[in-house]
Every structure is written in C-alpha cells, then in structure tokens.
T-cell receptor, first 113, second 112 residues
Framework: KAGVTQTPRYLIKTRGQQVTLSCSPI?????VSWYQQTPGQGLQFLFE???????NKGNFPGRFSGRQFSNSRSEMNVSTLELGDSALYLC????????????FGDGTRLSIL | GQQVMQIPQYQHVQEGEDFTTYCNSS?????IQWYKQRPGGHPVFLIQ???SGEVKKQKRLTFQFGEAKKNSSLHITATQTTDVGTYFC????????????WGLGTSLAVNP
C-alpha cells in the first residue's frame, strides 16, 4: 500500500506570494490533517478534513486554508506569505474514525525569502 | 485550551542508560498515542493506549497509561543510538475525541 504523498518536497517563495501544497492520503483513508512544524514548536495543528468537510481547525489566521476533494486528496493554501511561515508542513491521513493512528507524509519544506 | 504537557523537552543520555518521557493532562483522555520522529524524518506511529492503567511493551520500550487516564509515560531501557529522535505523545480528549491534541515532544540524544 502506498504511503502518504506530499508534493512538492521543497518550495521557495517570497513574502506576499501565495502557495498551494498537495497531499494524497493512503488509499481508503478519509481524514487528512495538516500540521506546521518549526524547531522547538512541535506540531502545530492547522486543520482536519473528513469527507470533503473541515472537521477541526487550529488557531491559525485565515491566510491558511484548505480543501479536500472527493478522492480524499487535500490541498493547503497559504496566501500573503510571511517570513514566519517558513516551516515543514506535514500532512497526515487516517481512517477518520475514533482512536485511529495518523500516518504522515514526508512533508513540504517551505522557505520564505 | 486543552493541552497535553510533555516533559522533559530535551534529554541527553549515554548509550545504555534508560530514558523516560512523560505526558500529563488536566483533563481525562480518551486514549494516548505515541509517535517517534527521527532527525530529518516524519512522525511515525508507535503505539496507542486506551484502557486505564494499560501497559504495553515493544522490545525495549514500555508504554503506560495512568489509572485516571490523565497521564502517560514512555520508558526506553538501555538506550541505543537508533533511539535518537523526538518522541511525541498525542491524545483525544474524552469529551471530544475527534481532535488530536499533541505534546511538544521530547528530543532524545544518545552519546555512543
């Protein structure tokens, strides 16, 4: 079974631009969660999508948005990029039911110049 | 908001020494999950505990869930250099067990 696939792996942008990251979950997984990881800050939860609906949301500004398609693939968009958005963005998929483990992709490393 | 406190933040040990990381919550948890992230890698699921007082072992790793389901620990016996990484706990709150709450992680360094 293929794992969680995130594209692109690396991205360099400048302040003010926008970016879209993609995540393809494990086949059969209906839940996709997005996390921001920076050194010393652990995993900061952005949002979770389940069956094309946002089910949970973290404490990030509205510049961070996402969506999920009918095949469970998900995209995350960040608009008006700031230097502080430089981070590793991780996507995790799960079956979406109670007490299911999360399976992570390798992440997208976003650098803002 | 709901939090899971994880301590210590960093731990440096000599190879062969034991290591323990703790997760504590002020609210009752539905479950606790443990993940390991190697340097440069992504978090990988290790185990899940669901029952009060539950203890599970994976080779040199021992996982415990407290009787009150408010705390958990991960203990590694006789650490090896392959244990290097950051260990995260994550839990679903008993009242809202769809949102996963993460600890900040414990980074383990092992001197050979």
């Amino acid at each position: 079974k293929a794992g969680v696939t995130q594209t692109p792996r690396y991205l360099i942008k400048t302040r003010g631009q926008q970016v879209t990251l993609s995540c393809s979950p494990i086949s059969g997984h209906r839940s996709v969660s997005w996390y921001q990881q920076t050194p010393g800050q652990g995993l900061q939860f952005l949002f979770e999508y389940f069956s094309e609906t946002q089910r949970n949301k973290g404490n990030f500004p509205g510049r961070f948005s996402g969506r999920q398609f009918s095949n469970s693939r998900s995209e995350m968009n960040v608009s008006t990029l700031e230097l502080g958005d430089s981070a590793l963005y991780l996507c995790a998929s799960s079956l979406g039911t109670v007490n299911q483990p999360q399976h992570f992709g390798d992440g997208t490393r976003l650098s803002i110049l | 908001g709901q939090q899971v406190m994880q301590i210590p933040q960093y731990q440096h040990v000599q190879e062969g020494e034991d290591f323990t990381t703790y997760c504590n919550s002020s609210t009752t948890l539905s479950n606790i999950q443990w993940y390991k992230q190697r340097p440069g890698g992504h978090p990988v699921f290790l185990i899940q505990l669901v029952k009060s007082g539950e203890v599970k072992k994976q080779k040199r790793l021992t996982f415990q869930f407290g009787e009150a389901k408010k705390n958990s620990s991960l203990h590694i016996t006789a650490t090896q250099t392959t244990d290097v990484g950051t260990y995260f706990c994550a839990a679903h709150n008993a009242g809202n067990n769809r949102k996963l709450i993460w600890g900040l992680g414990t980074s383990l360094a092992v001197n050979p």
